[in-house]
């Protein structure tokens, strides 16, 4: 995972586009979260991945049965208590949107409101805008709606 988190942040490194660096980070996640890792037993020191990891299993977590919902090969936890509290509304708002309302966006501002209530603060809209974009990326691999 760590090979394609960097992949993913030096897409021009690595002479591939943003889009299929992401797609190949949100498939390698997908893998480890079917294999049952979790974030307590992974050695990753780049909070930066174990946040992207973690955000992408909360999606799958998210994912209702009659769209693919992906079969865990563990009984513990995938995400720690403390990373699904922070981000639980952040992901549940962008799962909503695209089962229920079949939107492929959602609007920044909403959800660096959603970031300063649960966080206490908010990032810049790029680095929310990549967050969600990873999570839309997911829901597209799952569940396909179009």
């Known amino acids: 995972m760590t090979r394609t988190f960097d992949t993913l942040q030096n897409p021009a490194v690595y002479n591939v586009r943003y889009s299929g660096a992401l797609e190949e980070f949100v498939l390698t996640s997908i893998l480890a979260y ?41 009984e513990t936890d995938a995400v720690d208590h403390l990373f699904a509290e922070r981000w639980k509304g952040f992901v549940q708002l962008i ?30 809209p790029e680095l929310i805008a990549e967050r969600a974009r990873l999570i839309f990326t997911t829901l597209k691999t799952v569940a396909k709606l179009f």
Request: charged content about 25%; aromatic content about 10%; hydrophobic content about 30%.
């Open 34 to 74: 079917e294999c049952g890792c979790s974030m307590k037993v992974m050695s990753i020191e780049d909070n930066g991945c174990k946040e992207y990891v973690g955000l992408v299993w909360m999606t799958l977590e998210r994912v209702p049965s009659a769209h693919g919902k992906r079969k865990r090969w563990s």
């Open 95 to 124: 799962c909503n949107a695209y089962f229920s309302k079949r939107m492929v966006w959602y609007p920044l501002d909403r959800l660096q409101l959603e970031m300063s209530i649960s966080c206490g603060k908010s990032d810049p």
